[in-house]
């Protein structure tokens, strides 16, 4: 039977940023260069416009468009060459009515013209005469001077996750440095009398660390850095003293093991004393990660995640990543990758929990098939297979063999 105070995981986790400050992190100046997939921490408004001046999008000829009204190829408009346009160069002539001048792909249009008539459409009678076969309106084939960005436009939000294309579009802009969210610092505890570093042989009754390496991936892909703290014993005094010295220089705390209602199980005391508010709640109705506490000690997270692997990646998903995201203020949308799937068997649950069923995606006759892994959350395999994650809420009993679900895609 469920505890009925066991909390939903998104009143659980609304309970935790309530208590944490947004956009707590400060910034830090660096080049540009270095500026792809940080979180931007000032809104970017364009210095200047782009292109900054009047551009042709094809090879041909630079025109006053008035003077092709009427052409067609029965009864062509004849201009004057007055000269060709090198590329990246300002053109040192202007044109005059019944004058065109050669012009390449992004080249600049001289004074005078406003419009470009492709190559295909003109014959060239002479060194200084062409025909024109066809009428071309004001602005055809040019990019006009702020025509992509006018200058004070806000160019990019605070809040947002640099991509390559925001790169670019800054450098296009001629800004160098850049004010970015500080990346946050994730410590990562693991307590445990049974956990041995992966290197060393494992014995009867011992287990390799899995859980530091699977949470170090997961902060590195948020853009966070990870602190490993090493692999604490079951001593109440060694936990503390470990934790504490993370709080120092962390911004987020998370402690693997030690949740359960068991003898050796401290965390929740430890967070309770390291500040105020403390623990917010110790059990969350979803499967697997019940035994997740909950605590911010003076604006700091510090969170108690169970000791199985797979909890633990789901813990992540659920509570971490949205509280980084709040503590550095980014605003992406975070779209995730979803697929319709049906499901190759039924599938039941307990009505009041959130389940988090790891399954594998197969295509059969052209329709894709999601297979679920049942398998303890202590087996990280499961996860390892997986190709996606299957939510069932906390009002459905179960899903029927052969309905179409909506699956969340691991990358």
Known sequence: MLNKNYLLPEDALNLILSQIKFRSLPFEEIPIEEAYRRILFEDIHAPEDLPGFLRSTVDGFAVRASDTFGAKEGSPAYLSLKGEIPMGEIPAFSLNPSEAASVATGGMLPEGADAVIMLEHVNIVSDDLIEVLRSIAPGENVIFKDEDVKKGDLVLSAGQILRAQDIGALAGLGITHLKVVKKPIIAIILTGDEIVPHFEKVLPGKVRDVNSFTLDGLAREFGATAIKMGIVKDDYREIKDT???????????????????????????????MGSPGVLFHGVSIKPGKPLIGGVCNNKPVLGLPGHPVAVYVCFELFVRPILKHMTGNKSRGFKKMVNAKLSRSIHSQAGREDFIRVSLEKRDNELWATPLLSKSGLIMSLVRADGVLHIPADLIGIEEGKECLIEIID
């Open 243 to 273: 934790v504490m010295q993370a709080y120092e220089i962390a911004d987020v705390v998370l402690i693997t093991g030690g949740t359960s209602a068991g003898v050796k199980d401290m965390t929740a005391k430890i967070i309770e004393e």
